[in-house]
């Protein structure tokens, strides 16, 4: 592939939070003076410049607003051999820490790329029938998201009425679905702009440097007040 005489790559790395095994092939690419551009990860001993999210905070910020509906009690399910799901995870972590709530009070599941839907849903409900079950889910993302809430659903669990959902990047039928989900707003279209300008400069000769772009949530109406026990 180097041989092709390639003008530029823009390379979204798998299993990022994972130790790399082709940095070998990353050092080629360094030293043909290929412009590369990372999407969503970054090896600094490659100095190439790179697009990341505020992914830590993004899911903080959601988690603080199942706080402020009276959650205490969230399950939040992570993809975690990629470094966005590592730093979501992080983000509920913090969450809990900072607002002085009981970290035991969260259920995490880690899973996989690899794993399949079916295994991560069936720990979902292992969880969730327990008598003391979470009354929220904050998910990976908004694919899982949606899964989730129709696998609730099919249970006859009415989302958001009897567990709040949230998900991540706001994905194109986020809003268009029942619920409409609350997330947080990846910055997709202005992050592909930016990395076709930045190609092109770099293509010219010109320096670049990378950028970190914040994650805005969306409320949606998966989440809503926890009902007070009567």
């Not at 939070?17 to 940095?23: E, K, Q, T």
């Not at 412009?35 to 969503?40: N, S, V």
């Not at 010109?206 to 994650?215: A, G, H, L, M, N």
């Amino acid at each position: 592939m180097l041989d092709l005489k390639i003008a530029g790559l823009i390379i979204e790395p798998t299993q990022s939070a994972l130790p790399n095994p082709n940095l070998d092939l990353y050092q080629q690419i360094k030293e043909y003076h290929i412009p590369t551009i990372l999407f969503h990860a970054s090896y600094p001993q490659m100095n190439f410049p790179c697009l990341l999210t505020q992914d830590e905070a993004a899911e903080r910020e959601l988690i603080n607003y199942l706080f402020q509906l009276g959650h205490r009690k969230i399950l939040g399910i992570f993809q975690i051999d990629d470094r966005q799901g590592a730093n979501r995870e992080q983000g509920i972590i913090r969450a809990y820490q900072e607002a002085g709530v009981p970290i035991t009070n969260s259920e995490l599941i880690m899973y996989q790329s690899s794993d399949q839907v079916s295994a991560i849903l069936k720990r979902v409900d292992r969880i969730m029938n327990l008598a003391d079950h979470p009354t929220a889910i904050a998910c990976y993302n908004d694919h899982l998201a949606t899964t989730i809430i129709g696998h609730l659903q099919h249970q006859g669990i009415s989302v958001p009425g009897e567990v709040s959902v949230v998900g991540f990047d706001n994905y194109d039928l986020a809003q268009t679905l029942t619920p409409t989900l609350t997330t947080a707003n990846h910055p997709k279209r202005q992050l592909g702009e930016d990395a076709g300008r930045m190609m092109l400069k770099m293509i010219n000769g010109e320096q670049v440097k990378s950028i970190t772009y914040p994650v805005p949530i969306i409320k949606g109406t998966s989440a809503q007040a926890l009902k007070e026990e009567k």
